[in-house]
T-cell receptor, first 113, second 116 residues
Framework: SQKIEQNSEALNIQEGKTATLTCNYT??????LQWYRQDPGRGPVFLLL?????KEKRKERLKVTFDTTLKQSLFHITASQPADSATYLC????????????FGAGTRLAVHP | GAVVSQHPSWVICKSGTSVKIECRSL??????MFWYRQFPKQSLMLMAT?????????EQGVEKDKFLINHASLTLSTLTVTSAHPEDSSFYIC????????????FGPGTRLTVL
């Protein structure tokens, strides 16, 4: 079955450092992958989408890579700030289901001053 | 940017009652909306796809008679949890798909349902 794995342990980093989050998937060939931010008790907020034919995408301090051979995406936040503290979810389109997403459980990021 | 609202933001009900949750796209038309459920520390699980003017498509394992979905207009979809039980207590989130080929879903703020 299709499976998405994100590091369930919280990632603690110091302000100003680069945070790197990992998303791995199996039994799957998604057409695109998305990253979302979710704050406690709130719905996810879209951050970036990267397609299968793209290796890297950037948006301000965010960078996403997509390695379809390794079946892995890396999400980077450079010059991290305490306001970046949240849970970050990766999501992939379901096979055969246009725009239907499968989400990972998310990785909680804590940026300390 | 595209804004999606949900109402209510939280609700507490007694076991056996029905609860309706509304999802609205405020500044765009959404022919497709999705309903998700999220338990604590778990991922969002897609429950159903709601298309304006047609019957919803439910994911495997989701009871369509228990979770009634109506998408009567291009800006409103409703989810009714019928005969709610404590195990239905969860965080329900909707999303709306914009047209224009960007494949981006905009999510509502979620509704916390607690069934006593």
């Amino acid at each position: 079955s299709q499976k998405i794995e994100q590091n369930s342990e919280a990632l603690n980093i110091q302000e100003g450092k680069t945070a790197t989050l990992t998303c791995n998937y199996t039994n799957y060939s998604p057409a695109y992958l998305q990253w979302y931010r979710q704050d406690p008790g709130r719905g996810p907020v879209f951050l970036l989408l990267i397609r299968e034919n793209e290796k890297e995408k950037r948006k301000e301090r965010l960078k996403v890579t997509f390695d379809t051979t390794l079946k892995q995406s890396l999400f980077h936040i450079t010059a991290s700030q305490p306001a970046d503290s949240a849970t970050y979810l990766c999501a992939l389109d379901q096979t055969g289901g246009y725009n239907k997403l499968i989400f990972g459980a998310g990785t909680r990021l804590a940026v300390h001053p | 940017g595209a804004v999606v609202s949900q109402h209510p933001s939280w609700v507490i009900c007694k076991s056996g009652t029905s609860v309706k949750i509304e999802c609205r796209s405020l500044d765009f038309q959404a022919t497709t909306m999705f309903w998700y459920r999220q338990f604590p520390k778990q991922s969002l699980m897609l429950m159903a796809t709601s298309n304006e003017g047609s019957k919803a498509t439910y994911e495997q394992g989701v009871e369509k008679d228990k979770f009634l979905i109506n998408h009567a207009s291009l800006t409103l979809s409703t989810l009714t949890v019928t005969s709610a039980h404590p195990e239905d207590s969860s965080f329900y989130i909707c999303s709306a798909l914009t047209s224009g080929g960007v494949d981006e879903q905009f999510f509502g703020p979620g509704t916390r349902l607690t069934v006593l």
